[in-house]
């Protein structure tokens, strides 16, 4: 893997909400390998985001973005390696750990995964109702109408998943994924199959949620202009491996024929 | 070995079903840890109750008052040929309340609620709405599974129930329309010389067929993979095995009860 020094690397944040952050990495994946019968789709994935950070994965369709994502969401386990989030190994976590775990990580899926038997509002409450005995039903609601006014949603609260446009689904997706307050964000292809101004909106949200709760962030998506606007660092991979890490710079100025290919479509 | 021709391993039939059948206790045995432990999801249960068993009330009563005058039709011929068409009453209430309206209420909701359980867990696998729900730390086992089997195993006696009464209601009425005879009388006769085992064990057999229904179901739903035409495989298994095993399991339950309320 070639891994290039980038200076627009932001720096780790700090504690500032209490949460826990004392400079290791709240995800950290250490030579994870995934295959599904012949097929190897990790190959010895190595990395680390910090909060604060932000690192997207870009990657031809089928390799192995989204089975990362799911391993470190526990919903997959690595053939080998390990994937320690927020210090604890997804793979040997009992279930009580991987619960607590999750609790502090949002997921946007990529078709946003909305409930289709609940409206808009309980999709978003759907986490608080379940982790949050402590909040009274005035404050979960303060706080759903809080993150619906934050995506720009606060005159959808009572509609249907169905009843709303793809882009609207994935900002209800992400105020959901927000709920708890995580600490960290996984976006698996969150621009995908939107307009490009639904997707810059859809960008410049994500960028304003980082920066409010300083989270630590993974984007899966094929999207090198979504990439370069959120991202802090960004990762090309090719047949299960990361074949270069750095800036949006730093990857224009690689000599991999791959990344250039994908940068700039030159066949 | 030499000269041992090799033959390649397929999955036959009966490895499937051995498959199958290890992948059905697995999730039996995931359900019931998620069901002792607390909290529950009370909220879902009731809604559950609502969809299974409130919403399945007038198929099931159109069934069972449809079984009531199809035996009132069919039984009075035989015995007045046999020149026993005094026991009328208690031929339809007896075959209503102890065989008729438990298998059919079976089968009904295996149909009904069966193929809706099955199609709405596989809609929300192949969308990725129940890994939405892990991934929020909730246990889909909890939410989704155990919800839907407890409240199939409470509606199942109360829909039987009410399938029984519109039996023997239906059936008087297509009694009375052929021969006028009062319903006191009727029920009455109907009735007499009816013991705890011949209405109860019957009425809770239907329990188990809940238990059949709804976890055949949800494991189908649960376990769907691909787009619409896995979800509409998961709809069509979920049915045709819940009503088989509900055929099956009620073999074994008639013999069940002969031996314990004989």
């Not at chain 1, 959120?230 to 990344?259: C, P, W």
């Not at chain 2, 199958?20 to 432990?37: I, K, M, N, Q, T």
């Not at chain 2, 209601?169 to 009388?185: F, K, R």
Request: net charge negative.
């Amino acid at each position: 893997m070639q891994t290039a020094s980038s200076d627009t690397v932001r720096k780790s944040a700090t504690a500032e909400d209490g949460k826990p952050d004392n400079g290791e990495p709240a995800i950290d994946i250490q030579n994870v390998t995934k295959s599904f019968g012949p097929q190897k789709v990790l190959d010895g994935i190595t990395f680390q985001v910090r909060r604060g950070e932000t690192l997207a994965f870009l990657g031809r369709s089928g390799t192995g973005k989204s089975v990362l994502l799911r391993i470190i969401v526990g919903l997959q386990t690595p053939d080998t390696g390990a994937a320690i989030i927020l210090g604890k190994n997804m793979a040997e976590a009992s279930a009580d750990e991987i619960s607590a775990v999750r609790k502090q990580m949002g997921f946007l899926f990529q078709h946003a995964a909305l409930y289709d038997s609940l409206t808009v509002v309980e999709n978003v409450a759907f986490p608080l109702a379940h982790h949050r005995p402590d909040m009274s039903d005035a404050e979960k609601k303060e706080l759903v109408e809080g993150l619906m006014e934050e995506v720009g949603l606060e005159n959808y609260l009572n509609k249907m998943p169905s009843d709303i446009s793809g882009g609207m689904q994935k900002r209800v997706g992400l105020a959901r994924a927000l709920a708890l307050d995580p600490v960290i964000l996984l976006l698996d292809e969150p621009t995908a199959g939107l307009d490009p101004i639904s997707s810059g909106e859809i960008d410049e949200l994500i960028l304003k949620l980082q920066d409010q709760h300083k989270l630590a962030s993974i984007v899966v998506t094929h999207d090198m202009i979504s990439a370069k606007t959120i991202a802090t660092r960004i990762a090309i991979m090719n047949q299960g491996k990361v074949l270069i890490e750095g800036s949006y710079d730093d990857l224009q100025h690689s000599d991999e024929k791959f990344v250039s290919q994908f940068l700039h479509r030159d066949l | 070995m030499a000269g041992t021709p090799e033959y390649p391993v397929r999955p036959s039939v009966f490895t499937g079903m051995l498959e199958w059948f290890g992948e059905f206790g697995s999730f039996l045995w995931g359900v019931f840890r998620a069901a002792l432990h607390p909290p529950f999801e009370g909220r879902e249960f009731i809604r559950q109750l609502d969809e299974i068993g409130a919403r399945s009330l007038p198929l099931v009563a159109l069934a069972g008052s449809a079984i009531g005058v199809v035996l009132s039709l069919e039984a009075r011929q035989s015995l007045v040929r046999f020149g026993a068409k005094a026991l009328l009453p208690s031929a339809i209430v007896f075959a209503v309340v102890t065989e008729m309206s438990p298998i059919i209420t079976g089968l009904v909701v295996s149909g009904r609620v069966g193929a809706g359980i099955g199609a709405e867990l596989a809609a929300m696998k192949v969308t990725e709405q129940i890994d939405a729900i892990e991934v929020s730390a909730v246990d889909p086992y909890k939410l989704l599974a155990v919800t839907r089997i407890a409240a199939c195993i409470v509606c199942l006696p109360l829909l039987t129930v009410a399938a029984s009464f519109c039996g023997v209601i239906m059936g008087w009425v297509a009694t009375t329309l052929v021969e006028p005879v009062s319903l006191t009388h009727f029920i009455d006769a109907g009735f007499k010389g009816a013991r705890f085992q011949d209405i109860l064990p019957p009425t809770f057999k239907t329990s188990v067929y809940g238990l059949i229904i709804g976890s055949v179901a949800s494991f189908q739903g649960m376990r769907a993979k691909g787009g619409a035409a896995g979800v509409g495989g998961s709809a069509t298994t979920s049915v045709v095995l819940s009503s088989l095993f509900v055929i099956l399991a009620d073999v074994i339950l008639v013999k069940l009860i002969i031996l314990l309320f004989p």
